[in-house]
């Protein structure tokens, strides 16, 4: 943040116009008027923050005032959140406290401040993620009041809205947090619009080159869209007219994210998305109870005019989402050809689709069938936080299941529905039913069949858990479950189970330590890990405790002379020990070894330069070597849109962006990502590429022909198959960069038969 300490007065107008301007939509709204103390705040936060500047050069004060605007005008929230809104940064950046607001302003809004004033360190110790603590505590305070993430959700909208002033390196990091994270969130809420905007914005600045082209592939193409619609949508409007509806149809275009996501997943160009726009019926009825009749009767009106595609229609009036989304969804064949997904719904169900009905909470209309859908899950989150995950990485992840989930409907044997992310097994069923159900289960009945433990579950099916007081968890159960309660819960059932085994190997390596006068120390640990090749302390513990890594027998002979390289493994791992981080000798003195001992003990690694997270990182070879290392994960090479990630040895990482692991690294390791760009030349990298067409005799010459000929391309290997007529090949070449990928792919296409070519990552 900037400091300055004028204000002009064209930034006075605007600063009051602005606040002018919520002030007015909350005026305009159905809540109680409590201008008196939203005006309060709103001088209070404007001198707390007077003289302090956003990056962007505008007065600081506009953030909150734009915060507060959208949790009132795109959330639909009152005074209490308006108020919050306004104070939100000031506790944190300021040396107002808690106490004061409660003092001032009551200690409902001082509640909300608390909550979304962001905490320092975190519960995951030195690794820890900052973003990962502070998202936790979002959620520990949501599960008390709702309002809490609503109005972070407004915050980080507009923080999105207002990215481009920051580092690249910044905008990788709260881009990724917000998809990985806050758009799901927002889905989970109810908050449609919101989350389509924050995954929007993500995309542009994550991949600015693509959501360019996107963008002016849609402008190009409105003209021809809207004739389409216009065929579409005439026919409809007859019908509605003559049945009497009050109603408003308009089509809906695919988000940005949408498209790119579509063209990457199956490998298509823009032009051949055809799903690009849905259409939505919006009707109005003043009597909810008759909602449904009219949902079925503008559907029975489409299905006469177009032809219904039998396996694409949802039901989500009689089923609503978890989210209290309702509408009934189908899909026809439009005037062009295409199949035109048709959306039906009430002007109270598109409201609580656009905003969510969390902003409906219970402070406004009481306790009802909405609120209730979302205080279960609120129940479920706050059940995964009060048994937080070792790592920030664990955590997100398990918050991942709960957020990203699409949704199937079960039935237990007395009828009661639950919902559950697709994919849910009937372990899953057990642990959301209760903890002890989840660890006894030995099998299921599914629609009154006997079924394993792991066995996968469909929208509608009936379950019983069959249980036995001698079944025991499994770590296995791991690899089947889908939601996070029964994740959390297992794994802390496994840590119980583990806990005296640890306790006991814990013991017996600090006895041999002392036996051996070697440190407990990190540095050690560490060294015990890596001979073991194990990742994690505890399980280092635990298998000493099992017995499964048995210390003395594992360095035998160090005991037996002549054994050079294991007779000085624990000398080494005493001096590295003892060795202080500037290079020194700490006072505790290490035994005397040989000359011959010492020119051969490993010696202590030079540190590395310190990587300036602020500034782009070149990825170039020098003398010879890379200064980067390519994820596994995705493989990028030089022209693919990547980001650097800096590993535990201070090695950058370099992750593609599309890739899923960089999403969760952006989101749990913000601090040590980095902007990168590839250097002219930065070497030779493996790519994979996808080859399927129509067989015929020679045509694989053809193909080793464009590519070890024609490009002079390295080829690494080749698998090709061939059923019945159609071929299918993966490829591996060594290519310097994307364009030449490029060329090789529109060669091959030139090939008689060959279908497509593609790049896989």
């Known amino acids: 943040m900037q400091t300055d300490s004028t204000v002009t007065p064209e930034e006075d107008r605007i ?7 919520v002030l007015n939509g909350y005026l305009a709204s159905n809540h109680r008027k409590k201008v ?6 709103y001088r209070f936060a404007r001198q707390a923050h007077a003289g302090v500047r956003r990056r962007s050069g505008e007065p600081y004060i506009l953030h909150p005032i734009a915060v507060a605007k959208i949790a009132q005008q795109e959330i639909g929230l009152g005074s209490t959140s308006i108020c919050a809104a306004l104070l939100h940064d000031v506790v944190e950046d300021t040396d107002y406290t808690v106490e004061d607001i409660e003092r001032h302003f009551g200690a409902k809004i001082a509640q ?4 979304l004033t962001k905490i320092s360190g975190g519960i995951f110790g030195d690794k820890a993620s900052a973003q990962a603590e502070n998202f936790r505590k979002l959620l520990l305070t949501m599960s008390e009041d709702i309002r809490v993430v609503l109005i972070k959700m407004a915050d980080r909208l507009h923080n999105m809205r207002t990215l481009g002033s920051m580092a690249p390196n910044k905008q990788y990091k709260i881009a990724g947090e917000t998809l990985y994270i806050y758009a799901p969130l927002a889905h989970r809420l109810g908050l449609f619009a919101i989350k389509t905007e924050l995954e929007d914005l993500s995309f542009k600045y994550e991949h600015p080159k693509a959501w360019h082209d996107i963008t002016e592939k849609i402008k190009e193409s409105e003209e021809r869209r809207q004739a389409v619609y216009t065929d579409f949508a005439e026919p409809l409007r007859e019908k509605f007219d003559t049945m009497g509806l009050v109603y408003e149809a308009k089509a809906r275009l695919k988000s940005c994210y949408s498209i790119w996501k579509k063209m990457e997943s199956k490998h298509i160009p823009f032009e051949e998305v055809y799903d690009l726009y849905a259409v939505r019926i919006v009707f109005e009825c003043d009597d909810p109870a008759k909602e449904k009749q009219l949902c079925w009767s503008i559907y029975a009106a489409i299905t006469d005019l177009y032809r219904l595609h039998p396996e694409r229609t949802r039901d989500w009036i009689s089923t609503p989402k978890a989210n209290g989304y309702q509408a009934l969804h189908l ?4 005037p062009d050809g295409n199949w035109i997904e048709v959306q039906i719904r009430s002007r109270r169900m598109d409201e609580i689709a656009e905003k969510g009905f969390a902003a409906h909470w219970k402070y406004k209309i009481g306790e009802g069938e909405e609120e209730s859908e979302l205080t279960v899950w609120l129940r479920t989150i706050k059940d995964i936080l009060d048994n937080p995950e070792p790592s920030a990485i664990d955590f997100l992840d398990t918050l991942k299941l709960n957020l990203f989930a699409s949704e199937i409907v079960i039935f237990t044997p007395k009828g009661e529905l639950l919902t559950l992310p697709t994919d849910s097994t009937v372990l899953d069923v057990a642990f959301t039913l209760h903890t002890e159900l989840g660890l006894h289960c030995i099998a299921g009945k599914v629609n009154h069949k006997l079924v394993p433990l792991n066995h996968t579950l469909r929208s509608g099916d009936q379950v019983e858990v069959l249980t036995s007081h001698t079944q025991q968890p499994q770590a296995e159960w791991m690899d089947f479950l889908k939601t996070g309660k029964a994740k959390s819960r297992l794994r802390a059932a496994l840590r119980r189970e583990r806990q005296p085994v640890i306790a006991k190997g814990q013991l017996m390596l600090a006895d041999y330590l ?12 560490n ?3 890596e001979r073991f090749g194990i990742e994690n ?3 280092l513990r635990f298998q000493i405790g099992a017995g499964t890594a048995l210390l003395e027998d594992a360095w035998a002979d160090t005991l037996r002379p002549g054994v050079q390289q294991e007779k000085t493994f624990l000398k080494t791992l005493l001096k590295v020990a003892t060795f202080g981080k500037a290079g020194r000798n700490t006072t505790e003195q290490t035994p005397a070894t040989s000359d011959a001992e010492s020119a051969q003990s490993p010696q202590p690694k030079a540190e590395k330069p310190r990587i300036n ?5 070149v990825l170039r070879h020098e003398n010879g070597q890379p200064n980067f290392k390519i994820a596994d994960c995705c493989c990028p090479i030089p022209g693919d849109e990547v980001m650097g990630f800096i590993d535990d040895d201070g090695e950058v990482v370099v992750h593609a962006l599309t890739c899923p692991r960089a999403l969760v690294l952006k989101a749990g390791y913000g601090q040590r990502i980095l902007s990168t760009r590839w250097a002219v030349s930065s070497g030779k990298f493996l790519a994979h590429v996808r080859v399927e067409g129509i067989d015929r005799h020679g045509i694989l010459r053809e193909i080793i022909a464009i590519i070890s000929t024609q490009l002079d391309i390295d080829l690494r290997r080749l698998d090709i198959e061939a059923t019945g007529e159609v071929f299918h090949s993966d490829m591996w070449v060594r290519v310097e960069d994307v364009a030449i990928v490029s060329r090789l792919c529109n060669n091959l296409l030139t090939v008689e038969g060959v279908e497509r070519a593609a790049r896989i990552q």
């Open 514 to 525: 002392k036996r051996n006068r070697l440190p407990s120390s990190n540095a050690t640990n």
């Open 15 to 21: 600063i009051e116009a602005a606040f002018r301007d």
């Open 527 to 529: 060294k015990l890990m």
């Open 537 to 539: 302390f505890d399980e």
């Open 613 to 617: 997270t602020k500034e782009v990182y």
């Open 331 to 334: 899909t026809v064949m439009g």
């Open 36 to 41: 008196e103390i939203i005006e309060r705040a």
């Open 112 to 115: 909300l401040v608390e909550g």
